[in-house]
Structure formats: structure tokens, C-alpha cells
């Protein structure tokens, strides 16, 4: 079994920035890719950033490209989502994910969630 823990979500204003982190433990190893996705109150759960565990290859939904960085410590078990020049738009409840597959962009995709983190963008 794979625990993630996020943690950095906050209220901030417009033009902000923030840093989400999301620990990983467990059985680690089994996962090859994580994710970051966000849902806003009314709104499905969408995907903003992916990177590969073993060669840091990353992918990032075009509403954050340009502003979002995701990256990864391996030695930490922790990927981060960098958060620059917040809109009210970015307002959401923020998931870390993990997955044994190589390749995910889709939320069914992944297997292990973790439990979420609120971040709140004033205008």
C-alpha cells in the first residue's frame, strides 16, 4: 500500500504564488508516475501535472503551462508543484497521485490519492 500526504495548500492572492509537497510512503517502489489534479466545488477532477519518477519527464495541462512547475526529490519520496502567478480560476482542492503506469493523464488512471489540500486564490 502507498500513503500520500500533501501538505503547502493556503489562501494567496491573485499573482501569488504557493508550493504543494506530497510525501510518499509505503510500498514506493511500485509507483512510476505521479500526478497532481484539482477540483473546484461543482467541477470534475482535472489534471494540471505529471512527471516520471525515474527520469523526471513531466507533462502539465495547458491552463498551467508557463506558471506550474513540478518536480521531484527522489531521495525524499516528494514531488512538488510549484505555483506561480495564482489566478482565481486555480482555486481548488488539489490531489498528489501515484501510478505503475509510465504514461497517465487521466484521473481513473491512478490508483493511490492522497487526501487533498485547499488552495484558495483571491482577486
Known amino acids: 500500500q502507498v500513503q500520500l500526504i500533501e501538505s503547502g495548500g493556503g489562501l494567496v492572492q491573485a499573482g501569488g504564488s504557493l508550493r504543494l509537497s506530497c510525501a510518499a510512503s509505503g510500498r514506493a517502489v511500485s509507483v512510476y508516475t505521479m500526478g497532481w489534479f484539482r477540483q473546484a466545488p461543482g467541477a470534475e477532477r482535472e489534471f494540471v501535472a505529471t512527471?516520471?519518477?525515474?527520469?523526471?519527464?513531466?507533462d502539465y495541462a495547458d491552463s498551467v503551462k508557463g506558471r506550474f512547475t513540478i518536480s521531484r526529490d527522489v531521495a525524499k519520496n516528494t514531488v512538488y508543484l510549484q505555483m506561480n502567478n495564482l489566478k482565481p480560476e486555480d482555486t481548488a482542492v488539489y490531489y498528489c497521485?501515484?501510478?505503475?503506469?509510465?504514461?497517465?493523464?487521466?484521473?481513473?488512471?491512478?490508483?493511490?490519492w492522497g487526501q487533498g489540500t485547499q488552495v484558495t486564490v483571491s482577486s
Open positions: 512527471i516520471s519518477w525515474n527520469n523526471g519527464i513531466t
Open positions: 497521485a501515484g501510478t505503475g503506469q509510465r504514461v497517465a493523464l487521466r484521473s481513473h488512471e491512478y490508483n493511490y
